[in-house]
Every structure is written in structure tokens, then in C-alpha cells.
């Protein structure tokens, strides 16, 4: 039965991953793929995005050979979002096995720390980290994240939502003046892997902002189940004819 439900779950841990490496590419390619364009425009613009490293769906910085790109386009033309979504098996990160040995040592020695703060410490010391999903993940595999009774470890004065897109927060921070003008950042955080999920720049700190931001994340890393936010003007937000995203408004009672 347990080698069934790890299989089980492997299973699931690949398909997502399929799907993570889909939105990275959609994403990618999906400004460059705009019918829009003529071959002429579109040429210069593909040859600089594979000049570019890019944050991989993993954690990792990629690179993308303009061969690739121009077959990610004509694979999303032909078949739509499902053609740029690898077969499972072919979904494994490419995250070196010296990695991830370090970041179970360095879990093992401080039980109670979380993926984000291994991969943070991994960065500090390698110049680079995979993602806290993947490994989040890593440790759920080496049963890293429950005690030898097999309940999970106690949280103190911390809440974490059990998976990626279970839960996100927004809000908007007071940027820079640049030429006179205020700037903000919004952005969203998934509360499980930590993950900067959308963000954008803007003059304004008003909802058309923060919602550009929102479908910056989605298209990035797909539909969470639930957004916090902390502004009065909030809606249900319509996502591609799936179920309605749900926007909370978490502010303090009376700070209307």
C-alpha cells in the first residue's frame, strides 16, 4: 500500500511539474506569438528573449535557443496551450544530485526549517537555489517534513498553506520617485513556496494596476484557489471560463 501511494503521489508530482514547464514556456513565447506580428517583427524579438536568461519553472536561470523558441510557437499555434505541456516522465527538474543532498543535510540539521529558508541559505553559499517547491517536494520524498510517528512537525506562531496556488497574497508597495512621479509595486507571494508569483510597476495604486499583476501570475503559474488582498474595491474575477477566482478582503476591521 505505501509503495502505491508514493507511486501515487510521484505521479502527481510530475504531472504538476508537466504543468509548470508548460506555463514557463507559454509564457515565454506567448508576447512573441501574437498573430499580430509580421515575421519581420517577430524575428528581432525572438532572436533577444534567446539571448536572455530567464528564472526557469524550476528556480534555475535557463537560456532558450531560438530553434526552441520558434518550435514552442508553431507547437502552440497547432494545439493550444496542451501542446507546449511535456509527457510526465519527460517532467523531471534538472536539479544536480549534490544539490539536493545538501539541502536534505542542511534540513536534517535544523529539523524546523522550511524549503524557502534552505533555498535561500543554498543561494547564499552557491550563488543559486532551486526553487522551495522543488524542494519541498525533495523533502516530502525523504519523508523530511513529518516526525518518526509520521505526524507532520509542530508550527509555532506560523501559518503555511499545504500546496502551491493553494493561497495567495497581494499588495502594493511605495516605490522610487522616478521623473517626478511616485512609484508602486504590486505584486503576489504564494504562501507555500514563497514563490513572487505576478508583479508589475505602475503610477497609480489603484486596482487596474494590482489586477495586471494578478493575470501577470496566472498566466505565469496558473489559477490559485484563493487571493488575499488587502483593497476595498474587490470582485470575483472571471479565469478563462474555470470556476471564479476568489479575492478576500484581509483588511482589519475599521481600517475601511
Known sequence: MSHKRTSGADEGDRAQRAQEIG????????PVADPALTTRQRGPLVRELSEQEHLGPFGDRVRVSRVTL??????WRAGGFDALVPSARHAEPHTPASVL???????REVPGRTAAQVAVILGEHAGWAPSARTLQRHFARLELNTRPDGTPPAAF????AAAPNDRWTGDALHGPVVAGRKTYLFAFIDD?????????????????RLEAALRAGIASRGIPRVVYLDYADLRIMPTCGREPLLLIDFRPAGSA
Not at 23 to 30: D, E, P, T, V
Not at 157 to 160: A, Q, S
Not at 192 to 208: A, C, F, K, N, Q
Open 70 to 75: 520558434d518550435r514552442w510557437i508553431r507547437a
Open 101 to 107: 543532498e545538501l539541502a536534505a543535510a542542511l534540513k
Open 23 to 30: 506555463l514557463f514556456r507559454y509564457a515565454l513565447i506567448r
Open 192 to 208: 507555500h513556496s514563497r514563490t513572487l508569483t505576478g508583479y508589475r510597476w505602475g503610477h497609480s495604486e489603484d486596482t487596474v
Open 157 to 160: 506562531g506560523r501559518f503555511e
